[in-house]
């Protein structure tokens, strides 16, 4: 048996069968994945919430190429790449666009799963293309932008893919026109006219460091639960009781809410259980006091997501993938079942 404790940086004391270290590609051919598998990258957004009885197959393979054309940058990068580091890289060779993604902890391989975004930028705005393995077929394919089928926090990866597929490299297209984007939050403070990308970096570095604990510290694994997405007619009703309620456009008939603020108004900062506990400076981020367990974890989630649907009658869905015993699952799976 394996130790998972510092391979997910929520670092419950779990274990698994066996750890398998992907550096090339190629190595994929010989894994088994008739048997129980988990692919994983830092841990950053995954936790093991039990022991796991299969195989934890760590993806680290490295490398970034860039080439340069009239009016874009073509960037190739290997999915075990750290993705802050390629973003803080990318800005120090005068490289911009991804900078309000800064500091969103994982893998580059990781970031295309669930369509990683911050501050009014998603990354599947600068996807070209995805490399991966093809269990099914034990081939290597590629994906186009049309084919992983982006959506908000969600992709093919997370359905007809799931499990299917494992992401070896991730084609990046950035534009030398630059545009800031500053609509979300405290970056709306900034000057459109006069802000670089470095500063809108440094803005979005400050904010997340404000508000989210470093798991080095503090384990945890980052936002813990979506922004959900409900109707106008649902929205202008609550707003109605919340006039100062944050909420941005989602599309026609549609708005994004805050998770983190709902999960305040429902008065739930500093709740815990057993050591998993609701942190005091964001309340969309669940943290590992230590000694905790996965029971425990599941205990403060299912909570959250009762409180909230009371006063709000919103169903919260968490962001964080939890695998149990035998792979993947919800938290209401793990309770019913």
């Known amino acids: 048996m394996q130790a998972l404790q510092s391979l997910h940086t929520f670092a419950l004391p779990h274990t698994c069968r066996d750890v398998v270290q992907i550096e090339d590609p190629q190595q994929l051919r010989a894994v088994d994945f008739s048997q129980p598998f988990c692919v994983l990258g830092a841990g950053s957004n995954t936790v093991f919430i039990d022991d796991f009885i299969g195989t934890v ?12 054309h009239d009016t874009f940058w073509d960037v190739e990068v290997a999915a075990g790449e750290n993705w802050h580091t390629l973003v803080t890289g990318l800005l120090a060779k005068g490289i911009s666009g991804l900078e309000n993604l ?10 295309p799963v669930q369509n990683i975004g911050a501050y009014g930028v998603e990354l599947a705005q600068f996807i070209e293309y995805v490399d991966g393995f093809n269990i099914d077929t034990q081939s290597f394919e590629r994906l186009n932008r049309v084919q992983c089928q982006f959506g908000y926090r969600d992709s093919v990866f997370k359905h007809a893919l799931k499990n299917q597929f494992v992401i070896t490299r991730v084609g ?11 609509n979300y ?17 440094d803005t979005v ?5 404000s ?5 080095e510290v ?12 409900i109707s106008e007619t649902h929205y202008q009703a609550l707003l109605a009781k919340y006039a100062t309620m944050p909420a941005y456009s989602a599309g026609i008939g549609q708005r994004k809410l805050a998770a983190g603020w709902l999960i305040e108004q429902a008065g739930l900062k500093g709740y815990s259980v057993s050591g998993v506990r609701v942190y005091e400076k964001q309340a969309l981020v669940l943290v590992n ?49």
């Open 57 to 68: 197959v760590r993806i680290n393979n490295k490398g970034v190429d860039i080439l340069e």
């Open 102 to 111: 800064v500091l969103i902890p994982g893998t580059v391989g990781a970031a």
């Open 172 to 182: 990046l297209r950035l534009n030398k026109c630059w545009q800031p984007t500053l």
């Open 185 to 201: 939050g405290p970056l709306q403070t900034l000057d459109e006219k006069t802000v670089t990308a470095l500063q809108v970096s």
């Open 205 to 209: 570095v400050a904010i997340r460091q």
């Open 211 to 215: 508000k989210l604990p470093d798991p």
């Open 218 to 229: 503090l384990p945890n694994a980052g936002s813990f639960f979506k922004n959900p997405v």
């Open 289 to 337: 006091e230590g000694h905790s367990s996965g029971c425990a974890l599941c205990e403060v989630i299912q909570h959250v997501q009762q409180r909230v649907a009371h006063q709000f009658e919103i169903q919260l869905e968490h962001e964080v993938r939890l695998i149990g015993r035998e792979g993947e699952v919800s938290v209401q799976e793990k309770s019913n079942g």
